[in-house]
Structures are given as C-alpha cells and as structure tokens.
C-alpha cells in the first residue's frame, strides 16, 4: 500500500514536470565558475546560477587559509554549541556581523533557509495570539516557517501597502502582530516600499520582519542594507542576511530594535536549528576572521571594498619598478591620456600641439630616466605579457624653509596614468605607495598634488587633504 502510495506521488510530480533530476557537476579548481558536466567530454560550462559571486572560494589565498584552519582546529564542529561548547570562530563572527550593521549581537544560523524557518518558528510560537502577516512573493523559507505553526495567517498582496493597512485594521489593536516581508525578491528582483511598511504596521502596533538576503552588501548609502535607504536607523523588527567568502552561503539574523540581545536570548533558548553549526565553517571562517583583521566590517562590505580586497590579493599580476629607457614610448603614450583632447588647460588642442609636447616629453624623458635624483618615474608592468599598464611620475623640488617643511623639500606627483581597460584594479594606488616611500626615504616634508574628481578618494585614502590655497595658471603664449 505505502509503495502505491509513493509510486503515485512520483508519478504526479512528473506528469507535471515538476519531477527534479540533479546535474553533476565537476568544479573547475581556480576556475571556477566553469565546469564539467560529469560523463562529458565537451568544453566546460559557466553556472551563472551560481552564489560565489566572484569566484573567492576557489582563491588560493582563501584555500590557504582553510588549510590553516584545518591544522589548528581539525575537520568538524564536533557536536552542537548548545552541548559541546560554542566554537571561538563563532563568537568572533557574531561581534563582527554586529559591528558591521551597527547592531548590539547577532546569531549564527548553519544555513539561509534554515534562518528563516527556524526564527519565525520560535517568534510565533512565542508571542501568544500574534497573527503573522506576510507578503504573497515571500521565500520558500519565510512560507514553511509560517506554515509550521498554528498561528493565525494573512497573506497580502506584493508591495501592496494599501490591502497590507486593511488586514492590520481588521484586527484589535493590542492583538500582537507581525508582518513578513523581504526588501529585494530574488525571483522579480522588485523593491518593497520599505518606509511605507514600517509606518503602517507602527500605526497598528505590529512588528516587521525584514528579510534582506539579496540587498546584503549591494544596496543602502553604506552598502549593507536596502533598509538604509529609507532614512531609517531601525525598523522595529528582524533582519536575516548572507555573509560568506564573496558568495551567500549563510544567513545570519540581526536584531534592528533595543530588544536585540533579549530576542537573541530567546532564540539561543527556544530556536534549536543554530545549535547545529555548519560543520565546515569554523574551518572557513577563522582565515576570514585573521584576513579581516583591523578593519571595521562596515567598511569592509562596501562593493568597492570587496572589489579592492579582490583585486589586491590578484595583484600577484604585477610588478611596480623605476622605468627605464626601453619604456620610453610607452610611457609618452600613458600621459597622452592625461594631455591629448582633456579638458585640462594645459591638454593639447590640435594634431600640431600633441606633435609637440610629445617631442618634449620624449627629450625630458630621456634626460631624466635613471639620471636624475630630483626626478623617479615608476612603471606598473604586467608580469606575463610585460606590457606596461601604468606609470607615476615623482619630482622634488628644492624651496625655502617653511613651518611644515623645514629642509624645503617639497614633492610634486606629477601624473598617475592608468590604462583605461585596466583602472580599478589597484594599479594606482600602488604606484602612488611607491611614490610615497620614495618621498619619505629623501626626507620630503610636503607632497603636493593635482587631482581629478575620479581619484580624489584614492588620494584622500592615502592622507590627502584639500587644500585652502587658490591654485591660479598663467599660460605664456611663447612656451
């Protein structure tokens, strides 16, 4: 009888193609997002559908520090938190997820779904009599979470902030409520009126629960959150998250109200799933920990922060040297992007003007090159293909004595060229530590420089400031 039961169940999930048959794939180790169908002998696929953004966890470096993990704690977490002892590892991560989104604790959960499912569980069954209110397009893991209870259930509709007011009005106002819903939907990609929900379930005296997995680290004026973008330090109720290597693994909770470490306390008592760390984890997680080291996590998780992070642990790809003769045309045609038809005062306007400061700049060039202690052009070369990929020119100038520069020593930067197709990438903030370093060993005082509003930041970042001198030009029409 059970088997014909079974037997018919399948059956139904087929005839409505609804019957799920897995694709083995074999990762491409260093490569990945690419892969190998197993049993093909055809050219690897790329699995866009694929949570490792940007490829960190087959990183090297990210690989070496797994294998560090493994020498000094072993293979496993050895048993639940709630029995065998909560892993330092975890500890770390839940005070740097806090930190990172301004919050009093966090708690960490072995998997996304599992967040979810287990913490609205626990919330419901808790609050006696509360009536959970949630979106129709809310996650498999928010509906089976709801599902699993016995409390009372709305469902309105997506974004709909009008019919979502009707069901709170229907209700008395000091029955317990809460309304579920997510910032970004992954499947439609569309953004809840995160404002319009708050204020509303505040008038009928309702939580909110924000599920934020897919706006963690893309969105809001710092990055972290959608839920920035609303103006709003708090929104009066939970917010779930993925942290991983570059790639959603985990979903974390987050307390946004002043009750975070008493709800934190009733979820480490009631809610049993995140007992259960992930077994791998604290073999992953201590090399993020030791890498993050030093720098706030809110700072960290901006995208430009990530891209940085990524980009220095590729520059194994280049080499920063002084330039020498057999670089002087390249290097020309590195500064024809800052001079040739710029909107600079000092850029060439005509054919004829880039003829001519081009000759001039070969001749200084050729003077200067290794021939000069006044003078230091360094040239950012790629390692593989040694094509030059940027270059910065350095000049000390001998002034009088001034109270910040007694010797009279003042630097001049004067230009850091990129390759347009490979800005972005580090490249100049190398050549400009460079630059610095060789600053310093000559005893230079004061640096100046000219920047453009694309590289403010950088030179900010390395201990620029503005300053309040008017800088004028005077152009002869003889020079």
């Known amino acids: 009888m059970y088997q014909a039961l079974l037997r018919e169940q399948l059956e139904t999930l087929k005839s409505s193609n609804q019957y799920r048959i897995f694709t083995t794939l074999s990762r491409i180790c260093g490569q990945y997002p690419l892969a190998k169908l197993d049993g093909c002998e055809q050219e690897p696929v790329v699995v866009w559908c694929s949570n490792d953004y940007l490829g960190m966890s087959q990183h090297p470096a990210v690989r070496e520090q797994m294998h560090d993990a493994l020498e000094t704690y072993g293979a496993g977490s ?28 966090a708690l960490v959960f072995p998997t996304g779904f599992g967040s979810n499912d287990a913490t609205l569980q626990c919330l419901l069954r808790r609050i006696p009599d509360c009536v959970v209110i949630s979106d129709e397009l809310n996650h498999a ?22 019919h979502l007011e009707q069901i709170l009005a229907s209700y008395p106002q000091g029955q317990p409520k809460i309304v579920v819903f997510e910032s970004i939907y992954s499947m439609g ?42 103006g709003r330090s708090r929104s009066g109720g939970h917010h779930p998250g993925h942290h991983g290597q570059g790639h959603r693994r985990n979903r974390r909770l987050y307390r946004l109200d002043p009750g975070n470490r008493r709800c934190r306390a009733l979820l480490r008592h009631r809610s049993h799933l995140h007992h259960l760390a992930a077994a791998g984890d604290h073999c992953r997680l201590p090399g993020q920990c030791r890498a993050s080291q030093g720098q706030p996590l809110r700072a960290r998780w901006h995208p430009r922060c990530l891209l940085r992070r990524w980009h220095e642990m590729e520059q194994s790809f280049l080499t920063v040297r002084p ?25 060439s306007k005509t054919p004829e003007d880039a003829a001519r400061w081009r000759s001039a700049y070969r001749t200084w060039l050729s003077s200067r090159l290794n021939n000069s202690d006044c003078v230091q052009i360094f ?40 390759e347009p197709q490979w800005r972005g990438r580090g490249i100049a903030k190398q050549l400009m530590q460079h630059l610095l370093r060789w600053f310093a060993n000559r005893g230079v005082g004061c640096v100046v420089l000219q920047s453009t509003a694309a590289a403010g930041t950088l030179y900010q970042a390395l201990g620029f400031a503005v300053s309040d001198e008017r800088l004028l030009i005077r152009q002869e029409a003889s020079a």
């Open 141 to 162: 893991s928010i509906v089976n979470g709801i599902r699993s209870t016995p409390n009372e259930r709305e469902i309105f509709r997506h974004n709909d902030v009008e």
């Open 323 to 347: 330039a020498t003769q057999a670089d002087l045309a390249s290097l020309v045609e590195l500064r024809a992007y800052l001079l040739d038809g710029t909107n600079a005062s000092y850029s």
């Open 78 to 105: 050895g048993g639940s938190r709630n029995i065998g002892g909560s892993h330092e590892v975890y500890a770390s991560l839940e005070a740097s997820l806090a930190d990172g989104h301004d919050k009093e604790a």
């Open 379 to 418: 040239a950012a070369e790629h390692k593989e293909s040694g094509q030059l990929l940027g270059c910065a020119t350095a000049i000390i100038d001998q002034r009088a004595p001034a109270p910040g520069c007694l010797n009279g020593l003042s630097g001049w930067v004067q230009s850091v060229v990129v």
């Open 189 to 230: 990609g569309d953004i809840a009126p995160i404002a319009e929900i708050v204020a509303v379930a505040k008038r009928y005296n309702a939580l909110t629960y924000l599920d934020e997995v897919h706006a963690v680290g893309m969105y809001g004026p710092t990055r972290r959150r959608y839920r920035g973008r609303t």
